[in-house]
């Protein structure tokens, strides 16, 4: 994959796992979320900034991984891929929830999210990959 491919996809799984995560967890879940609101850092820390880029170096090292051990085009080994690192991130946050004194209502909500989440992005991953030497599509 090119270089140029590579920067594309990071930034479409970027933009896609922001607005799935934002919009499911901070507004249509919000409600759930907020019962570990006295968890969260006040705005005025300016600390969001640096859970940005916390995510984008989620999101490179995941569209890195997609090329080093999918390397395809296929949706259905893409969705398979995607479900496994949903997996992962689903990990990563029921071993927090298991680590702090948070509540537990929102975990279920997390693992589902992540699970669908990371099979978007795995398919689109697919949909924006070329293997290296070949031409992108003119229609990509």
Do not use: W
Request: proline share 4%; glycine share 8%.
């Amino acid at each position: 994959m090119s270089t140029g491919r590579f920067i594309l996809s990071v930034v479409v799984a970027f933009v896609i796992y922001s607005v799935f995560y934002m919009g499911l967890m901070a507004f249509l879940f919000l409600d759930v979320y907020l019962s570990n609101a006295h968890m969260f850092r006040p705005e005025a820390e300016g600390m969001a900034l640096y859970g940005m880029l916390g995510h984008l170096v989620q999101t490179i090292i995941v569209v890195a991984l997609f090329n080093m051990a999918v390397a395809s085009n296929c949706i259905k080994t893409a969705a398979k891929f995607g479900l496994l690192m949903g997996g992962y991130l689903a990990a990563t946050d029921f071993t927090m929830y298991m680590g702090l004194k948070m509540s537990l209502t929102p975990l279920p909500y997390s693992i589902v999210i992540h699970l669908a989440v990371g099979m978007i992005v795995g398919v689109v991953l697919a949909k924006l990959y070329v293997p290296s030497g070949e031409a992108a599509p003119a229609d990509a």
